[in-house]
Structure formats: structure tokens, C-alpha cells
């Protein structure tokens, strides 16, 4: 007899199932949520839950100490204002017992128990392409025949095994910080063995050594920890609470974590020792995460230098506290930033292991070779016991979605083979190919770089909202689009680099579990933004999102939502929401002061050996410039810069923060010369300038300071941005036409090199992306006469090319200059001019000057400095000596 076909045997577990619009796992704060949504929009729901009680997470983390790392002011649910004058929380961090009976609390006020199946696991989910639902089947019960499988299974909720030998061996008792017994666990007299010091174990440890006979600690690796300061919720917290509650809210979910904390704005090179340490006394006194994560310096999350400043204070709290040196360093974490793992609040953890009864095994001198019948061995000891606490954390992220049951989806493709190379998302909320599943906190979303409760909410009303939407127009199915997946990967990619997260082992990255794919599961960009991006994705049509209904209805709108960097993106949406005047609207002079002040308001660029301010000789009188000097000794060779602002704005100051990270990240004196602009000079004055500044910079090198050659003169370069990078282009075509000086390579970023307006990114960045194509026709307008426009020393794509010094052109792809930036390139390369070029993705037009703003762009000018070095024959920069940037 033939066996039944996969669609087949779907079709007749159908016929019995339990038939619900929407099926939902988990009991947890988000699946109880979801069940409230659903019903008040008319969705017919159920939820499957393992446990026998609502709590999720919370249900099964009952060790001792288990508490919230959130402070409960921010860890609640906020759609109900209600609901939230019922419930009084007892302390800053509650305790697991009280977040259940909240979570209980929450179960019984809206009724939501009779839609909840207990003790009830989905042991497949399979995509019925003919039905368009989903068939569920069960280990209790009916099996479930629904419409949309939403996921509300928790980031933390599947423990990794111990992976460690012989654990079935051991005779003692053996328990697990993420299944803890309900019935709690008799300690007293005993000798017990904890393994792991995530939160989980950070936590634990100090009640278990107030209770065992002896405890011993085997630690892999050492977290940051700080204390929680545990007592009542701080009156200030309350206060900002209730003031006012709504805003209060709605700042929380425009935040970049979901708490309403303000983050630093100065950088650590702006405040003194003393400062800093102030700040950092603060945050440790206030006992948050939140606060010691994001409120001591701007650079402390991604910037080493910044990071390691406040990883140095905290390292050495853990000094001043355990008295036992060797013990004291090994609980010292040195090989990851501060941040990078997620760090733990703790209570008298540190002094716990000044105990007696409490020793320390640090694993990394001494692995454990096995777990035997009395105790575990390590290389250098035995160690007796009567009970083992595995503190070994969890699968997370994914675990809970793939290794709990096999997930079926279009043309049966299993969910566990779609990610093996890790997860794949649209907004950590879908997965293309598996059309009408939902992920609530999925990988590829804020998550657990969140306060959960705000990102759970959002993502529960974002879904139930579309299924609304969804029936209101009669569409039954949504899947994400491959190109809109993809899309979301590059982001996520983009963002990470503004964190240092990519440099630690931790369960963000899948590195705890052996054999996952490598990589940043939650999303960095931060919950604010993150809400931005998924309203735009309704907004744009449900970009990304393929959309059927059964009488043959179709939308597909695909596309990519986010094309910038992340931190353009903010910039741009800032300045959009800034609605400043166009600067061409503002005069010559007006659109001057403004962007004078404008840059009053720019981070300070980061130190460097010396500036000096002076003046030199231009083609008609004296021109000022600032010379930075690198700190390092001398004499090094000299870039003369040419500033932007369309020859109308800017003077030699004004691309500061620029010249200070080019001369420190390439080691060399940067001469910014303050040219003469239109239109009080016109073409071909700036043009003129610069060549004669090349040639004064030449003529004494060696009193600014210069390194020079046997023939008394160079390495000379040159560089520019913009209009500067025009006038850099022509001041190199000027140099090798009138004799010199030699110049050994150029530098153009983002430059003007031709005076039409019709190339492709011309129009399609003509508008939006602060440099626009109207602003372009003014600066033209005011420097050069249309006759003179294609001189080569206006447009220096016109002129001759061979013979040029090497280049490396530098073009941003929301910039209308990009494609004339390109179009020197190749015209350059192609007359046999040795050209790199870097095109930089996702970036505008001043991306790569706005330093410690837009942060992707360092990598950019970490390629630029490299090229610079390589143009003046200098040897690649030692590790040690690069200036620590997330790049
Ligand atoms: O798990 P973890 P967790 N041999 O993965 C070690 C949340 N949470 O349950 O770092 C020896 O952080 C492992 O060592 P290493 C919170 O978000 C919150 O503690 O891999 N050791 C590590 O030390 C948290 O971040 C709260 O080298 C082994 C530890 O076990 C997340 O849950 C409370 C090992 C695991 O730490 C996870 O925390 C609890 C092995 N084979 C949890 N395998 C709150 O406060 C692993 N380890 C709200």
C-alpha cells in the first residue's frame, strides 16, 4: 500500500485538529499578551504552553536568588494603565516568585486561562500550502489547526546541555539554575559544586553559600558584575514614573533599550580622570544596567579605548573587594569588552569568595577532565560532592524556535536547515518560506538588548495589527520576501559594527553552544529605531512582505526598508526633523554663521600632538591654516587639506574632527589650508589657492616639521573633501603641468570633478540626503561662471589624467557626486594613473567627515589612512599603535 504523501497526512490530521485563527507557544509575558491582543481584535486563539502554569522563563528559573535585571518600574506591561495602578511592585528587582504572581495576576484579571492548553508541547508544526494554515500536533491532545503560528517561546527559555563527560555518572543530586526543582532544593550541610557565573550562577552563588556545607565554584569565564543595590524601587524612578506615565511609556519605546535613561554625550577624551570616575561612582550607586551600560562616556559601547576605560574601574572594584589576590584576578575579566557579554547585577557576590566555605576553580588552569560518581575532576584536583548546580545557560535565541520541534515550512523546508548557517530573519519577526509564522522577540530583533517587556509589546501589537490589516483587505497569507531578508541581514551586519559585541564569545553570538553558526543574533541598532523601521515597513505598503488572499488577491512591495547605515539613517532623521531652511535660501553670509554653529555642536575631535594656527603665502596674499601634528616623533610626512563647503562655506577649521582622526588613525602632519571662496573670490581664486599653498607647504616642510627625501623635499600629499576634493584633483593636474612639487599621492573624498548634473546619482539623491542637487546648482552658481565650468580647473574630469599621482578616491552612495567621484576614478585608472577606490555603502555625502557621529564611517578612514601611508612609502601601522576604533 502506498504510504500517505506529507500534504496528505496534514489533510487528515486536520479533520480532528482544534481549528483556531491563530495558535500561539508560550505562557510566558508574551504569549499572554498576545492572547489579549487577539481576543479584543476578534482572533480566535489558543495558546500551548509545556509548563502547568503561566510564567514562562519565570516559571521554570526558581533558583535561589533568581531575580530581574530590569528594575520593575520598566520590567511591566504598560498597554493598560490599569493594570498598572493594580499592581504594586515590593522591590527595585523582584524576585522570581513575585514576577510569577504577577504574571498570575495578569492571567486571571483579563481571563486568559481558558485559552491556554498546560502541559501541552507542539511536537511538529507543518505548513499545509493547500489549506494555507498551519497544522500543529501535540504530545496532549488534539492536534491544532490554525491560520497563523506565532512563537512566544522566549530567547531564554531552552537550557544548553552540560556537554560535559560523565555526568550520567555522578550519585549525588543534579540540578539545573533553568529547571529548578518547584519544590526548592535542601542545601544545608551539603557539598555543592556550582558550574557557570553567567547572571544565573552570579546570582545563585551567594544564596547557596549561605547554605551549603561547602561551595565550590567552577568559573570558565569571569563576567563583569556590578551590584544591584536591591531594595525598595527608588523614589526618583517612581516619581519620573508618575508624573507622567504615558510620556514616560512612550519615551521608554523610543529608547535604544526600552528604558528611559538619557545616554552620555561626552566622550571619554573630553573628561578628566576625576570625571570619569565620578561618573562611574554614580552609575555603580544607582545599581542599573542600563545606567552603567550607556550613561558613563559616549564611547564606552563602541570604542575600545572608551570601553576599556570603564572595564579598567570596574576590574578594579572586584580588587578592592576579594582579599585574596590570586582568587581576586581570576574572577577578573580581561578577554572580552565590558558590555560585550551581558554583564550581571549581583548581590555580595565578590564578597561571598572571601567564605571559608567557598573556593574558587578557575577552569581556565585547570579544565575539568570529567564529572565521576563522587565529584568532579579536574587537571590539577578532585573535588568531593554532594550536589552539582549547572549554571550553564542556555541555547538561546534560536533554541526555543528550532531544537524544541521541527518546524515545517513551504515545499517542506525545515527551519533547522534554513538556519544552520544561523537565523535568518525579516525583522526577527518572519522567515521567508514560512509563510503566516510569527516570532515574537526573534532573533534579528532588539530582544535581549532590550528591557523585553517594551520589545514583547511591540511586537505582539505590530503582528496582531497586520493581522488585522491583513483580514480588514482579504489576505489570508503574508511571507517575507528573500531580497527583504537579505536585506535585514545587512543591516543587522551594519549595526554590529557599532558595537563591540562582535568581539566577544557569548550567547548573543551562538558561541556557548557547540557546533552553531557563528554570529550577532539579537538586533543592535536599538529599540527606537527599531520601532521606526518596522512602522515604515507598513507605512511603504508592508515593504518586504508578499501578501495573498484566497479570490487570487496579491501585493508584493519588495524592497529593502533600511538602505543607509544606521547612523546616517538617525542623522538623516534628525536633521529632517530639524526642518532647517535650505542653505541656499540663507545667503552667503547666513548659510556661513550656520554652519559655523552647526559645527559648534559637533563632538569634539579626539587629541592629537599639536595644532598649530598660522598663515601662509596663497596666489594673491596670505592664507590662515591650522596644521595638526601627530604625536607621535618626528618629522612626518605632510598632507596638504582642502576643506568643503562648495568653495562658498567652511574655512580651514572646519573639517577639525576629520583632520584630527586622519592625522592620528595615518601618522602624519595634515595642513587644512583656508582657501579663498566665492563668491567674493571666484573660479579660479580657491583653484589658485591651492596650488600656491601646495607649493609654500613644499617650500617649508621643513619648519612645519615635514619629513624630507634626499632631495630635500617630501613625501608631499595631498587631499580633500568635496569642493576640496576638487580643488585637491586640480592642485595635483596644476603640479605636474607648472613643475612641481612632486606630490606622492591624493586623497579625494566625495570630490566634485565635473560641472554636469546628469549623471544617475544626481537624480536619484537630488533630494533628502543633506547635500542636494539645488544646493549643488548654488555653490556652482556662486564660483564659476558658466563659460568657465569646463576648465579642467573647475572640472578636473575634463583635463588630462596621465601622470597624476596615485589616488584613492572616496564616493558615498546616497551623495549626487557619487558617480563623477567614479567617473574620475576610471578616467584616472584608465590613463594609467594607479587608483583605489573605496564606495562606500549606504553612507552620504558627509558620512566619512562626521567622526564619532556616523561611526560606520571609520572603517572607511582607516582604508584612507592605510592608502595615505602606502602613497608616502611608510610601513603598515603596528596594531599597538592605531588609534581603537569599532572599525
Ligand atoms: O547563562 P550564561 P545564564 N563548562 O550563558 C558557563 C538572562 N538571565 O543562565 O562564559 C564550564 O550567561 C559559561 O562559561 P563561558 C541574562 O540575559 C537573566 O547565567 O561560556 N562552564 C558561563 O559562565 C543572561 O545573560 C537573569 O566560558 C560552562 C555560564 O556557564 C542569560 O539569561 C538571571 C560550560 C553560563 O552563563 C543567560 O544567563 C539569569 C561548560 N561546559 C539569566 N558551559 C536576570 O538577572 C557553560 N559554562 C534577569
Known amino acids: 500500500m502506498p504510504l500517505p504523501s506529507a500534504a496528505q497526512t496534514v489533510a487528515a490530521g486536520a479533520q480532528d485538529a482544534q481549528q483556531v485563527d491563530v495558535a500561539v507557544v508560550g505562557a510566558g509575558f508574551a504569549g499572554l499578551y498576545l492572547l489579549i491582543r487577539l481576543r479584543r481584535a476578534g482572533f480566535t486563539a489558543v495558546a500551548l504552553e509545556a509548563a502547568d502554569d503561566v510564567g514562562g522563563t519565570w516559571y521554570w528559573n526558581r533558583y535561589p536568588g533568581a531575580r530581574c535585571d530590569i528594575q520593575t ?324 535565541m534560536t533554541g526555543a524556535i528550532t531544537a524544541v520541534h521541527p518546524i515545517t515550512g513551504r515545499d517542506g523546508k525545515s527551519l533547522s536547515d534554513v538556519w544552520a548557517g544561523g537565523p535568518r530573519t525579516y525583522l526577527g519577526l518572519t522567515v521567508a518560506g514560512f509563510p503566516n509564522l510569527f516570532m515574537i522577540t526573534g532573533p534579528g530583533s532588539p530582544s535581549v538588548f532590550s528591557n523585553m517587556v517594551v520589545s514583547i509589546e511591540q511586537h505582539a501589537d505590530w503582528v496582531v495589527d497586520r493581522l488585522m490589516a491583513m483580514r480588514e483587505a482579504g489576505f489570508t497569507a503574508i511571507e517575507a520576501t528573500e531580497a527583504a531578508q537579505a536585506g535585514w541581514a545587512r543591516h543587522m551586519a551594519d549595526c554590529s559594527q557599532l558595537t563591540l559585541h562582535r568581539l566577544a564569545n557569548t550567547w548573543y553570538t551562538g558561541a556557548n553552544v557547540p557546533g552553531k553558526a557563528p554570529g550577532l543574533m539579537p538586533y543592535p541598532g536599538g529599540v527606537g529605531p527599531y520601532r521606526t523601521i518596522c512602522d515604515e515597513v507598513v507605512s511603504r505598503g508592508m515593504l518586504g512582505f508578499n501578501l495573498s488572499g484566497p479570490d487570487g488577491a496579491v501585493q508584493c512591495n519588495d524592497g529593502e526598508v533600511v538602505r543607509l547605515q544606521p547612523d546616517v539613517r538617525l542623522v538623516l532623521n534628525m536633521l ?95 595642513v587644512s589650508v583656508g582657501y579663498r571662496h566665492a563668491p567674493e573670490h571666484c573660479f579660479p581664486a580657491a583653484a589658485e589657492d591651492g596650488y600656491a599653498a601646495l607649493r609654500w607647504i613644499a617650500e617649508n616642510a621643513a619648519e612645519l616639521g615635514g619629513r624630507l627625501d634626499a632631495n630635500g623635499a617630501g613625501p608631499l600629499l595631498v587631499a580633500g573633501w568635496s569642493a576640496g576634493g576638487n580643488i585637491a584633483a586640480v592642485t595635483c593636474q596644476l603640479a605636474r603641468d607648472r613643475g612641481g612639487p612632486p606630490i606622492a599621492g591624493q586623497l579625494l573624498v566625495c570630490p566634485v570633478t565635473d560641472c554636469t548634473f546628469d549623471r544617475p546619482s544626481y537624480i536619484e539623491n537630488a533630494e533628502g540626503y543633506f547635500l542636494t542637487r539645488s544646493l549643488m546648482d548654488w555653490f556652482w552658481g556662486h564660483y564659476c561662471p558658466a563659460a568657465d565650468r569646463t576648465d579642467p580647473r573647475a572640472s578636473p574630469l575634463r583635463g588630462k589624467l596621465a601622470g597624476l599621482p596615485p589616488a584613492f578616491v572616496a564616493t558615498c552612495e546616497f551623495d549626487p557626486l557619487r558617480d563623477e567621484g567614479i567617473a574620475y576614478a576610471e578616467a584616472m585608472a584608465a590613463a594609467g594613473v594607479p587608483v583605489e577606490q573605496l564606495q562606500a555603502r549606504g553612507h552620504f555625502h558627509s558620512s566619512l567627515m562626521m567622526v564619532d557621529v556616523v561611526a560606520t564611517g571609520a572603517s572607511g578612514r582607516v582604508k584612507m589612512a592605510e592608502a595615505l601611508r602606502r602613497f608616502a612609502g611608510m610601513a603598515e601601522r603596528p596594531e599597538e599603535a592605531m588609534p581603537k576604533a569599532a572599525e
Open 576 to 670: 529632517a526633523e530639524l526642518n532647517l531652511p535650505p542653505l541656499e535660501s540663507l545667503g552667503a553670509e547666513g548659510a556661513r554663521s550656520f554652519v559655523k554653529q552647526f559645527n559648534a555642536t559637533r563632538p569634539a575631535g579626539r587629541p592629537v600632538g599639536e595644532i598649530v594656527d598660522a598663515t601662509l603665502q596663497g596666489a594673491d596674499g596670505p592664507l590662515p591654516y591650522r596644521l595638526y601634528r601627530p604625536s607621535t616623533p618626528g618629522p612626518h610626512p605632510i598632507v596638504v587639506y582642502f576643506h568643503g563647503g562648495g568653495w562658498v562655506l567652511g574655512d580651514e577649521q572646519s573639517d577639525d574632527p576629520f583632520c584630527r582622526d586622519m592625522c592620528r588613525r595615518s601618522g602624519m602632519i595634515f
Open 73 to 396: 518600574t520598566d520590567y511591566s506591561y504598560t498597554f493598560d494603565p490599569e493594570l498598572e495602578s493594580a499592581w504594586r511592585w515590593s522591590e527595585k528587582y523582584a524576585t522570581q516568585p513575585e514576577i510569577l504572581r504577577y504574571l498570575g495576576f495578569v492571567a486571571d484579571r483579563y481571563d486568559l486561562r481558558r485559552d491556554i492548553r498546560f502541559g501541552t508541547k507542539v511536537q511538529t508544526a507543518t505548513w499545509d500550502e493547500a489549506a494555507q494554515r498551519w497544522l500543529l500536533t501535540t504530545d496532549n491532545g488534539k492536534p491544532v489547526s490554525c491560520r497563523y503560528y506565532i512563537m512566544a517561546s522566549g530567547c531564554l527559555s531552552a537550557p544548553k546541555p552540560p556537554e560535559i563527560d560523565g555526568v550520567g555518572d555522578f550519585t549525588g543530586e543534579i540540578y539545573f539554575t533553568g529547571r529548578w526543582p518547584h519544590e526548592g532544593v535542601e542545601l544545608a550541610g551539603k557539598r555543592v559544586a556550582v558550574i557557570g557565573t553567567g547572571s544565573s550562577g552570579v546570582q545563585s552563588i551567594p544564596r547557596i553559600a549561605e547554605q551549603a556545607a561547602h561551595l565550590t565554584v567552577f568559573q570558565r569565564t569571569p563576567n563583569f558584575a556590578f551590584p544591584a543595590h536591591n531594595g525598595p524601587q527608588p523614589p526618583d524612578r517612581v516619581a519620573a514614573l508618575e508624573k507622567d506615565r504615558a510620556d514616560y511609556r512612550q519615551q521608554a519605546r523610543l529608547s535604544l533599550t526600552g528604558v528611559p535613561l538619557e545616554r552620555a554625550t561626552e566622550f571619554s577624551w573630553q573628561l578628566s580622570d576625576a570625571e570619569r570616575r565620578q561618573r562611574f561612582e554614580k552609575a555603580l550607586a544607582a545599581g542599573d544596567l542600563v545606567a552603567m551600560l550607556s550613561q558613563l562616556w559616549a564611547d564606552q559601547g563602541g570604542d575600545l579605548e572608551g570601553n576599556a576605560l570603564a572595564a579598567d574601574l570596574l576590574r578594579e572594584r572586584i580588587h578592592a573587594i576579594v582579599k585574596d589576590p590570586e582568587t581576586a584576578e581570576a574572577l577578573t575579566p580581561r578577554d572580552h569588552p565590558f558590555g560585550s557579554k551581558r554583564p550581571c547585577l549581583e548581590t555580595d557576590y565578590y564578597a561571598t569568595f572571601n567564605r571559608p566555605n567557598v573556593t574558587l576553580v578557575n577552569l581556565r588552569q585547570e579544565p575539568i577532565k570529567r564529572i565521576t560518581a563522587s565529584g568532579i575532576e579536574t587537571d590539577r584536583r578532585i573535588v568531593d560532592l554532594d550536589v552539582i548546580v549547572f549554571a550553564t545557560g542556555f541555547d538561546a
